[in-house]
């Protein structure tokens, strides 16, 4: 068969079409924009600007169950959609999102971020959707959006203008609800307190020292009669903060999380009942209980209350990066000067977010297998995290993140104690939490200067 060059051509223009028909079909339809989407109500213009923006641009990928194209039947590209979405969904819920007004400070970062470094929508997604490329007004606008939130809800209105609309935010010295005195001194004496265990050796302080950063500085913890536990003590302070407790995030606030350690067989190994009936002979403490919850009888409802109560007040503000971003250019060294503009550039201000940094979201690795793998560890229960508490099979591998406030005093690191080194810590974040989109190479220096930073971030605990 001889192939002339008019064939040559006619392939060619066959291929040509071929590549464009799908962006072309997807320019002229537009994202279909999602009725319930739709009709959620923002409480401003910046937000009901973005979220229009959002809504014609991003939620194919970033809602349950969207209304996918007519080729998404196709084997291939089918597959690649459906991937895309469950991975879109896994990382940002726009529906959501929206209708709890912007009330996420993690995802909120996340967004910001993805603007400021360009990568949504991904370069394959934007091949064959042409019009989803956000221009400099629309980016400007979701930006301004995600600043007036931060502005109204996380802002804690200390931070020198150059740093007022970053992730982090200088950490208060009180918190912001009022609270009782009585009560804390009564939880206070009760978070010390070892008749909280069943043989009366174990406290709350045992595992969260306020010597020792708000934890026990071991891998694991040691329970009632010398029984390990199976996960690394997260630090007490500024756990306030916490969107939830615990690395799965199974108690809902601080009195719920006082209920667990007592009750577990491998912590405390009590019960409500028999701590009860130790606590209430004791006259004194009973007559200071009674002061504060008028009653004379113990309930373990008041005895978690009081204890949420005192944690309130373990806040560890002042640290020389707070001072710096008040606003002391001064307090922190120029290395750690250049590790937090490194620390915002390369995502890790995307997780470790709020007064706190951290405590905002559940994360997993990219690729936990081969994340354990690099790790040379067999995967068990307590890898599971979040999806424990849920039984969600999206929640797999999930950690809530941790606090980075005081990181220097309470190694060791990760929620199995894995290392005590922060370069290597800053290192595995990188290599395997932050999105390959977002990451770019990090050097030895950096590396050594994030940790400048993080260095440079040991409170004052105001007891």
């Not at 220097?408 to 290392?419: I, V």
Request: with cysteine; aromatic share 8%.
């Amino acid at each position: 068969m001889n192939i002339t060059k008019k064939h040559v051509v006619i392939v060619a223009l066959t291929g040509v079409v071929a590549v464009l028909a799908l962006p072309i079909i997807n320019l002229i339809q537009g994202q279909r924009v999602p009725e319930e989407f739709v009709a959620i109500k923002c409480g401003s213009a910046e937000m009901t600007a973005a979220k229009e923006i959002i809504g014609n641009k991003c939620m194919l990928c970033h809602m349950q169950d969207p209304v996918l194209p007519f080729y998404a039947v196709l084997p291939v590209v089918g597959q690649q959609i459906k991937r895309d979405v469950a991975d879109g969904v896994d990382r940002v819920n726009f529906i959501s999102f929206y209708k709890n007004g912007g009330d996420d400070q993690a995802l909120m970062a996340k967004l910001e971020h993805a603007v400021r470094v360009n990568n949504m929508p991904p370069k394959k997604f934007l091949a064959i959707h042409w019009d989803t490329a956000l221009n400099s007004k629309e980016k400007a606008a979701i930006l301004r959006s995600a600043a007036k939130v931060r502005a109204e809800k996380y802002a804690t209105n200390l931070a020198a203008t150059e740093f007022m609309n970053d992730a982090v935010q200088p950490l208060p010295a009180t918190w912001h609800e009022k609270l009782s005195p009585a009560k804390i001194a009564l939880g206070k004496r009760l978070f010390n307190d070892k008749r909280l265990s069943d043989d009366d050796t174990i406290s709350c302080a045992s595992c969260h020292g306020m010597d020792k950063g708000g934890t026990d500085q071991a891998q694991v913890s040691t329970g009632v009669r010398d029984q390990l536990g199976p996960i690394n003590s997260p630090t007490v302070f500024n756990a306030a903060y916490n969107i939830m407790q615990f690395w799965d995030g199974r108690a809902k606030d601080l009195a719920e999380q006082a209920n667990g350690p007592p009750l577990d067989p491998l912590e405390m190994a009590s019960n409500w009942e028999q701590i009860i009936g130790k606590l209430k002979k004791d006259a004194e403490l009973t007559a200071i209980y009674v002061d504060v919850y008028g009653s004379a009888e113990w309930t373990d409802p008041n005895i978690r209350d009081a204890i949420a109560e005192f944690e309130k007040t373990l806040l560890t503000p002042d640290s020389d990066l707070d001072k710096y971003l008040k606003g002391d250019a001064t307090a922190i060294s120029g290395d750690a000067a250049e590790g937090y503009a490194l620390f915002k550039s390369h995502s890790c201000g995307t997780c470790h977010t709020g007064p706190a940094m951290g405590g905002q979201s559940f994360e997993r690795p990219i690729d936990p297998v081969a994340y354990y793998a690099f790790r040379n560890k067999k995967i068990v229960e307590k890898d599971f995290g979040r999806f424990n508490a849920t039984k969600q099979e999206q929640d797999r591998f999930k950690m809530k993140v941790p606090l980075l406030r005081n990181i220097a005093l309470t190694a060791p690191y990760m929620h199995d104690g894995f290392t005590s080194d922060l370069a290597e810590v800053v290192t595995i974040m990188h290599d395997h939490f932050v999105t390959p989109s977002n990451r770019e190479r990090l050097s030895a220096a950096d590396i050594d200067k994030i940790v400048a930073m993080l260095n440079a971030n040991t409170g004052t605990l105001p007891l």
